[in-house]
């Protein structure tokens, strides 16, 4: 896995709540069996035309401005849906490295910003998750409005993300140590796993799974 | 200290805890499908591992299937996914119900058929409906494929423990409505990632009457609040679930050896006075026949009610649920039950099980589908085929002008041939109603196998409270 640290890069805004899996990426792309070429099926039924080549100039992303970027800023509950990790993998080789979401509250529960099974799939594929508060990524959305092409720049070590408008807005942010380390070592999870294998063979001396 | 259901599950499959706060979790069983497997396989070729526990790995093809000629897959991209599935099987020593089998099936079907799925275990599937076990009072989640390649390799995931989230359904439902219903009912009170981060445990008196299937159905759709796992305690009805499929449940503990595990099982209830992170109560009898309206399944109202004004629905900004009005192409203030619908599917791991065909087949039987309409009856495995036909379910649905299909994902999802075209309008059983999910421009209104039944014949959604 890619690892990731610092990294600068063109904020996009997609700014829409709940963007499930299949409009990540649809289904019949999900048939492929290699871990690459997913990058252009990105956000695919928004992105093209009904042809399915042509970009529609309607849809955010397509923006001239946006071209090229690696930061992506959006709404509540990012990826909900399916497990598929084929989402992940568009996301990340269509150039996107970080995803902004906001979590919410809900009669003082906290709603995280993106759904469960994505983030941690981002999380094994060197993708960083960022989650703000609604406010925060209320002002990333409003400094993009003000200037679209706009820049951000992630420093993990540090759990500090920086949007370049004039003038530049900061944010720390929050990351499970366990994420922060994988993403930053570039590690593979199971190596680190296999480390573990005394302890997994004598768990299962004396463990039921129950099977007949 | 007094222990949750999740909390005895959870602790019983700890390995060890890591330093940095993660625990490393057993997995007694690993379900695969062919869409979310080959790269995993391909990762343990390229590092040279093995699958470490093939007996505790199982396999089926259920997502690319063709549900009418189910043998010749037209499609070469979704015939080479199934048949990489075959390879991998073969190469790494893991069971498969392929096509040829008697027992293949949707895989959260066939598990619980299969006796795999009993109580207090783990169990693991790339797919994120694998909440679907936790109906028997199992840890069941969905994973992506770097963590299928995790497990095949070292029988173990790295899961940071999940916060507990229990909601109790109080009283009776009301004739004709059901688990769907429930389920439905509360992710329209606490949205798609209402859940998110909890394991969610129903319980309450309208959650000890259902069915093992209707549980299955509440459990399947936990991951569309968001929840990282539905649980549902075992109790008599687990129990006589898994003894009465006999040699059918081949997985399954008999005689000496299930007498022992019922007594395991009735420990692991949650004890009085655990606590829970978050707590919600709901009067079951107060539930209506839900139907959803948006491209969300938190988009969802009782089926007497009108279509939405956008800037008035809980859980979604005015501009989503635009966007989704539009997509739909409703208007607010429309009753759904002036809502003409092209299309109904009856299937899905949601609700593609015996008795979901039952009620179906007990509102179709002597009538006629609605003129024009088209209607895909897809049994959820070869198991539940077999039962269907053997009672004569297969006829009724016939002789009211429905098409009876073969066993697989259908058009849940649409990777198969059976697909919405643009516009169209689908009464559903499944779980998602996402734009494009059942084909691009489809349009999915998500609702119970009855009321799916009653919209084929009337063509459009009705009461059925109410109806003949």
Redesign the interface.
């Known amino acids: 896995m890619k690892p990731i640290n610092q990294h600068t890069g063109i904020l996009a805004p997609l700014?829409?709540?709940?963007v499930?899996t299949?409009?990540i990426i649809?289904?019949?792309f999900?048939?492929?069996?290699?871990?690459t070429g997913f990058g252009p099926s990105l956000f695919f039924?928004w992105r093209y035309l009904a042809d399915g080549r042509t970009p529609d100039p309607a849809f955010e992303l397509n923006r001239p401005e946006f071209k090229g970027a690696s930061v992506l800023v959006t709404?509540?509950?990012f990826g909900?849906?399916?497990?598929?990790?084929?989402a992940?993998w568009a996301v990340e080789q269509d150039g996107y490295r970080v995803i902004i979401a906001p979590w919410?509250d809900?009669g003082g529960?906290r709603?995280?910003g993106f759904?469960?099974?994505f983030k941690?799939?981002c999380s094994?594929?060197g993708v960083l998750t960022i989650e703000l508060s609604g406010s925060d990524v209320e002002k990333i959305f409003a400094a993009v409005a003000a200037k679209p092409g706009v820049q951000a720049s992630v420093d993990l070590a540090a759990q500090k993300l920086t949007v370049h408008s004039s003038p530049e807005i900061s944010f720390r942010f929050d990351i499970?140590?366990?994420v922060k380390?994988r993403l930053i070592g570039g590690l593979d999870?199971?190596g680190?796993?296999?480390k573990?294998e005394a302890?997994?063979t004598a768990?299962?001396s004396k463990?039921n799974?129950?099977?007949? | 200290m007094a222990k949750t259901l999740f909390e005895k599950i959870w602790d019983s499959h700890v390995v060890t805890t890591l330093p940095d706060g993660t625990s490393l979790i057993y997995i007694d069983r690993h379900l695969i499908h062919e869409v979310t497997s080959a790269q995993a396989f391909e990762g343990l070729r390229l590092s040279g591992r093995k699958v470490r526990r093939p007996n505790l790995t199982f396999a089926t093809m259920d997502h690319n299937v063709p549900t009418d000629d189910r043998m010749n897959i037209k499609d070469p991209i979704s015939k080479a996914q199934v048949d990489a599935l075959s390879k991998n099987c073969r190469d790494f020593g893991v069971t498969l119900y392929d096509l040829n089998s008697e027992r293949q099936g949707v895989v959260h079907i066939i598990g619980p058929e299969l006796g795999l799925t009993v109580p207090g275990t783990t169990i693991v599937c790339g797919d994120s409906h694998t909440s679907t076990h936790g109906a028997f009072g199992t840890f069941a989640l969905g994973i992506g494929t770097s963590e299928v390649e995790h497990v095949l390799a070292t029988q173990t995931l790295p899961q940071t423990k999940p916060k507990t989230f229990r909601v109790e359904f109080t009283g009776k439902l009301a004739p004709t409505v059901t688990a769907k219903d429930m389920i439905l009912k509360l992710i329209g009170l606490i949205g798609t990632a209402g859940g998110t981060g909890y394991v969610l445990e129903y319980c309450g008196e309208a959650v000890r009457a259902l069915t093992m299937e209707a549980r299955m159905t509440m459990c399947n759709m936990s991951i569309e609040a968001g929840a990282r796992a539905g649980l549902i305690a075992p109790d008599q009805t687990t129990f006589d679930y898994i003894a009465n499929g006999g040699a059918g449940r081949p997985f399954a503990p008999k005689g000496k050896a299930f007498e022992e595990a019922v007594v395991r099982w009735k420990a692991l209830a949650t004890d009085p006075g655990a606590k829970f992170d978050r707590e919600l109560t709901i009067d079951a009898s107060k539930i209506a026949p839900q139907v959803t309206w948006g491209t969300s399944p938190g988009m969802v109202i009782d089926v007497d009610a009108p279509v939405p004004d956008p800037s008035n629905v809980p859980g979604y900004t005015r501009l989503d649920a635009e966007k989704a009005l539009e997509y739909m192409g409703l208007k607010p203030g429309v009753p759904l039950t002036e809502v003409k619908i092209d299309t109904i599917f009856i299937g899905s791991c949601t609700n593609g099980r015996i008795e979901d065909l039952r009620v179906a087949a007990s509102y179709l039987k002597g009538r006629k589908v609605a003129k024009g309409l088209r209607t895909l009856i897809v049994p959820g495995s070869q198991a539940v085929l077999r039962q269907a036909e053997a009672e004569g379910l297969d006829k009724i649905f016939k002789e009211a002008g429905c098409d009876w299909r073969q066993s697989g994902c259908s058009m849940c999802l649409a990777m198969n041939p059976d697909q919405l075209s643009v516009g169209e309008r689908c009464a559903s059983t499944s779980n998602r109603n996402f734009e494009g999910r059942q084909g691009k421009g489809g349009r999915t209104h998500l609702v119970s196998p009855a009321m799916a039944a009653a919209a084929a014949i009337e063509g459009r959604f009705v009461d059925i409270r109410k109806w003949k």
Not at chain 1, 15 to 18: A, D, H, I, L, V
Not at chain 1, 30 to 35: D, E, V
Not at chain 1, 80 to 86: A, I, Y
């Open positions: 700014k829409r709540s709940n499930d299949d409009q649809p289904k019949q999900l048939k492929s069996i290699a871990r039924d709404g509540n509950n909900c849906g399916s497990s598929r990790e084929h992940v919410v809900q529960a709603i995280p759904a469960d099974i941690n799939n094994k594929n499970s140590p366990a380390d999870d199971i680190t796993t296999l573990h302890s997994v768990f299962e463990h799974t129950q099977i007949a």
